[in-house]
């Protein structure tokens, strides 16, 4: 799980998300991650850890890289080892997020772009959630910095109700009459 402590002291200064990028040139190998910086994984829709984006001019387009028709996948973690496949045409762009101390991030960098600031004592980055009791799954995914659940919705004669981990569901009335059994209504 990703966190400010990950950063170590900061002497009490902000952190900063902010979107890197770095053209990369084979299918396998490791990013420069930026000083002061832990990346942080699941940052894309459906969760991925980096994005591989065409470049023009040297430049991300942030238009998915593509291989025989196939958008180009990357895998990528903590340390920046990625890897791509399929296999792109070269050069492209591998574009990724970190958590930074604001002191540490070189505004003038042309491979950042700055999002959102967090102040220590924030309570951190969410990067995961679970559902506790054995009933059915409320979360969903999280997206981004959004965690998503579904929702509840009772129907005719039914009654929701929720204790510390678990939502119940009753539903009042009950059977009527003509019920067929073999050999006969009753």
Same mark, same amino acid.
Do not use: C, H
């Given at each position: 799980?990703?966190?400010?402590?990950?950063?170590?002291?900061?002497?009490?200064?902000?952190?900063?998300?902010?979107?890197?990028?770095?053209?990369?040139?084979?299918?396998?190998?490791?990013?420069?991650?930026?000083?002061?910086?832990?990346?942080?994984?699941?940052?894309?829709?459906?969760?991925?850890?980096?994005?591989?984006?065409?470049?023009?001019?040297?430049?991300?387009?942030?238009n998915a890289a593509t291989s025989g028709g196939n958008r180009v996948v990357s895998t990528f973690d903590v340390l920046g080892n990625y890897t791509l496949?399929?296999?792109?045409?070269?050069?492209?762009?591998?574009?990724f997020r970190v958590l930074i101390v604001t002191s540490a991030i070189d505004y003038g960098s042309a491979n950042v772009i700055v999002e959102d600031i967090?102040?220590?004592?924030?309570?951190? $980055?969410?990067?995961? @959630? *679970?559902?506790? +009791? =054995? !009933?059915?799954?409320? %979360?969903?995914?999280?997206?981004?910095?959004?965690?998503?659940?579904?929702?509840?919705?009772?129907?005719?004669?039914?009654?929701?109700?929720?204790?510390?981990?678990? $939502?119940?569901?009753? @539903? *009042?009335?009950? +059977? =009527? !009459?003509?019920?067929? %059994?073999?050999?006969?209504?009753?």
């Amino acid at each position: 799980m990703n966190s400010f402590v990950n950063l170590g002291n900061s002497s009490g200064g902000e952190y900063v998300i902010a979107t890197y990028w770095q053209a990369v040139s084979s299918a396998s190998g490791t990013i420069q991650i930026p000083p002061g910086s832990t990346i942080l994984l699941n940052q894309f829709p459906d969760l991925e850890d980096a994005v591989a984006s065409e470049t023009s001019g040297g430049l991300p387009t942030f238009n998915a890289a593509t291989s025989g028709g196939n958008r180009v996948v990357s895998t990528f973690d903590v340390l920046g080892n990625y890897t791509l496949s399929p296999v792109p045409s070269f050069p492209i762009a591998l574009v990724f997020r970190v958590l930074i101390v604001t002191s540490a991030i070189d505004y003038g960098s042309a491979n950042v772009i700055v999002e959102d600031i967090r102040r220590p004592g924030g309570g951190g $980055l969410v990067d995961g @959630a *679970s559902n506790v +009791g =054995g !009933g059915m799954e409320v %979360f969903k995914q999280l997206t981004s910095a959004s965690l998503q659940f579904r929702t509840l919705t009772a129907g005719t004669n039914v009654t929701i109700s929720q204790s510390a981990n678990n $939502l119940t569901i009753n @539903a *009042s009335g009950g +059977g =009527g !009459g003509n019920n067929y %059994f073999p050999g006969g209504w009753v």
